[in-house]
T-cell receptor, first 113, second 110 residues
């Protein structure tokens, strides 16, 4: 009964390919996020969705397109993958509002070769 | 945007030792969380602590919001405590994102 689950856990792909990462949460939260963790372990927000609406797009290249089919799912599609996209991508969820705790998935390690 | 600074950046302990990790932030916050990223990469929630003090077993945390800092205490450290400890905050103008510090890398040796 994983709270926030991402698939796949590992993804190795060639430059120029298109790939997707899926995320699902069963916590009943209405806000979901994508974070990127770089090689120095720094975690930074990419996108936030609240009730399927995009709230934050933190200057992410438009090769990255999130899609939220419903409040429990937030997928990340990446076009024309580049070497610099190699990172760990984390999905998270929370209730909306300021005083709320966020929970993270196990991460997807993307390696572009 | 808000700045989050964690110290020390690295910490090496012998098993059984105690430690204090610090998180300073540059503006008022509505939310503060401490996470442990274990060697397998999982981000584990330790504390949700926008203010006050909480304890969970050997770990405790204190946030003094008026002075813009939070402390994470680890007592009687174990090798399984190794990993990166992150502090993350939500500041007033950014309800929908956590801003993370750069983390403290803790290594506990047997």
């Amino acid at each position: 009964d994983t709270a926030v689950s991402q698939t796949p856990k590992y993804l190795v792909t060639q430059m120029g390919n298109d790939k997707s990462i899926k995320c699902e949460q069963n916590l009943g939260h209405d806000t979901m996020y994508w974070y990127k963790q770089d090689s120095k372990k720094f975690l930074k927000i990419m996108f936030s969705y609240n009730n399927k609406e995009l709230i934050i797009n933190e200057t992410v290249p438009n090769r990255f397109s999130p899609k939220s089919p419903d409040k429990a799912h937030l997928n990340l599609h990446i076009n024309s993958l580049e070497l610099g996209d190699s990172a760990v991508y984390f999905c998270a969820s929370s209730r909306s509002g300021m005083n709320t705790e966020a929970f993270f998935g196990q991460g997807t390690r993307l390696t572009v070769v | 945007g808000i700045q989050v600074e964690q110290s020390p950046p690295d910490l090496i302990l012998q098993e059984g030792a105690n430690s204090t990790l610090r998180c300073n932030f540059s503006d008022s916050v509505n939310n503060l969380q401490w996470f442990h990223q274990n060697p397998w990469g999982q981000l584990i929630n330790l504390f949700y602590i926008p203010s006050g003090t909480k304890q969970n077993g050997r770990l405790s945390a204190t946030t003094v919001a008026t002075e813009r800092y939070s402390l994470l205490y680890i007592s009687s450290s174990q090798t399984t405590d190794s990993g990166v400890y992150f502090c993350a905050v939500v500041s007033g103008g950014s309800n929908y994102k956590l801003t993370f510090g750069k983390g403290t890398l803790l290594t506990v040796n047997p």
